[in-house]
């Protein structure tokens, strides 16, 4: 695991990309509070937040790049490792646990050979918990790249699931 870290830390962004980040943390300097807003933001141009990613952070904002680690990495939505090209978060609330969550992403993670947390060896699929989802009228609920999908059985989310892997989403 801590090898995974490490090489996920040494993902390179390229200068260009890095630039973009230091962009939208400047504006931030010395204003910490701000950090979420300026995370939020280079989450929609980077595909993890990497050593770079963190260090342009940190400098552009004055804060210390542990700390800038240390918060993407308490959210399970944001990422420090390699991510997929659908990335699946399963809702992990109690009213989708009550009404089988559980065996929704057993279905899910059997279907694509990995475990919450991993990503399929071909970069298309990463499968994580979400902490609520607000849909708990549609539990259990899976969200694929920001689109909501309720109301699960096992076998409804395999037919969810092989519509992605035929590429038949848009």
Request: hydrophobic letters at 40%.
């Amino acid at each position: 695991m801590e090898e995974e870290m490490d090489r996920n830390l040494t993902y390179r962004v390229p200068a260009s990309t890095l630039v973009e980040v230091a962009k939208i943390a400047a504006p931030y300097r010395d204003r910490p509070e701000h950090l979420m807003k300026v995370v939020l933001k280079v989450e929609q141009i980077v595909p993890i937040f990497s050593q770079d990613v963190t260090a342009v952070i940190s400098r552009e904002m004055n804060i210390p790049q542990t700390q800038v680690y240390s918060f993407v990495t308490f959210y399970q939505m944001l990422y420090t490792g390699r991510r997929g090209k659908y990335v699946i978060h399963m809702c992990q609330s109690a009213p989708c646990h009550i009404r089988g969550a559980e065996e929704v992403a057993k279905a899910v993670e059997d279907m694509l050979h990995i475990k919450m947390g991993e990503t399929t060896e071909d970069n298309r699929f990463t499968l994580a918990y979400a902490p609520c989802m607000g849909v708990c009228d549609v539990s259990p609920a899976i969200m694929i790249n920001g689109k909501v999908y309720g109301n699960l059985t096992p076998d409804s989310v395999r037919e969810v699931i092989k519509r992605y892997i035929r590429e038949e989403v848009q």
